[in-house]
């Protein structure tokens, strides 16, 4: 998998940089200091995922990850930084990031989220994820019905699977379809609901009742 890390840091970055070369299957394809270096690389190098900080001189990370998004979407983006306030938190997601982590995240988690990201996963480090179900719960849940009416019978039945966190080989196998027709049904998913990713997707399904067991 291809790797790109950005952060204004120069240390920060030599650090990830170096762990990620550990890494047999992880080769790191690019590194920039900020998010208009970041959007240049990934247009060269369009890799699999972008390690993307937050707060950073001239494009911060928000900006980058929602023109990554936009124009590569085959490119994911993860979120590593130091903040954790609400506002960062819910632009990030809503920009597109597929997870968000903070730097104290251990190091053999942060390469379990690489891997993971890039394999379809999302991961939010447990005091954001808090924060985002807070959301979540403090807003008025609205009737499943308002996504029944935009959605087929089967693509319910794959966004209920895909917002209680199965991947797509999970969801093919409970379902009895090829992982090819779940991609499939995923991506007019997210063009039904207008979003970006798979997070964004199961916010809005838990909204609507639709992430319980």
């Not at 369009?46 to 998004?69: C, F, H, S, W, Y």
């Not at 968000?100 to 053999?108: A, I, N």
């Not at 985002?132 to 996504?147: E, F, K």
């Not at 080989?169 to 991506?187: C, M, P, Q, W, Y």
Request: net charge negative; charged share 25%.
């Amino acid at each position: 998998m291809r790797v790109i890390i950005c952060d204004d840091q120069a240390l920060i970055r030599d650090s990830l940089e170096m762990l990620l070369k550990l890494e047999a299957d992880i080769q790191v394809v690019g590194i920039a200091q900020d998010g208009a270096e970041a959007i240049e690389l990934v247009k060269k190098h369009q890799p699999d995922l972008m390690l993307m900080d937050l707060k950073m001189p001239g494009v911060n990370g928000i900006e980058a990850t929602r023109q990554i998004r936009a124009h590569y979407p085959d490119t994911k983006v993860l979120v590593l930084t130091t903040y954790d306030d609400d506002e960062w938190v819910f632009d990030a997601i809503r920009a597109g990031a597929s997870g968000y982590l903070l730097k104290d995240t251990p190091r053999e988690d942060v390469i379990k989220a690489v891997r993971g990201t890039v394999a379809g996963k999302s991961f939010v480090d447990p005091g954001v994820a808090g924060k985002l179900l807070q959301q979540v719960a403090t807003r008025q849940s609205q009737p499943a019905t308002l996504l029944t009416d935009k959605l087929t019978e089967r693509e319910v039945d794959v966004l209920r699977l895909l917002a209680r966190g199965f991947t797509n080989s999970d969801i093919a196998e409970k379902l009895f379809l090829s992982e090819g027709t779940v991609r499939n049904h995923i991506s007019a998913i997210f063009a039904k609901l207008n979003v970006a990713d798979r997070t964004q997707a199961a916010v809005i399904a838990i909204q609507h009742g639709l992430g319980e067991a």
